[in-house]
């Protein structure tokens, strides 16, 4: 798990507040995803899961993302991957 003082928490905490407008919340996600392939077979340590929605609403029946949220989550990784690759 990536710990929450590693740059890229800190960095996508910072991009977040900044774009989206609200404190991320930092969980450990209750479903499962690569992170664990990205660091074993590629020794990738820090990862992290991001987007909009509502967790709790995640592959359920009526599951949805409200169009704005879409919008803010895909700024936010935007300005976060340019932040950390150094580009401004």
């Known amino acids: 798990m990536t710990a929450v003082d590693s740059h890229l928490v800190k960095t996508m ?3 977040v507040r900044e774009t989206v407008g609200r ?3 930092l ?3 209750p479903g ?3 992170q664990k392939h990205f660091s074993r077979i590629a020794g990738i340590e820090q990862c992290i899961a991001y ?3 509502i967790l709790k609403m995640a592959h ?3 599951e949805y993302c409200e169009i704005e949220h879409l ?3 895909c700024k936010a990784m935007a300005v976060g991957a340019m932040r950390l ?3 401004e």
């Open 60 to 62: 359920q029946t009526d």
């Open 85 to 87: 690759l150094g580009v």
């Open 71 to 73: 919008v803010a989550a």
């Open 27 to 29: 969980i450990a996600s």
């Open 32 to 34: 499962t995803y690569d």
């Open 51 to 53: 987007g909009p929605g």
């Open 23 to 25: 404190e991320p919340p």
């Open 13 to 15: 905490s910072d991009v």
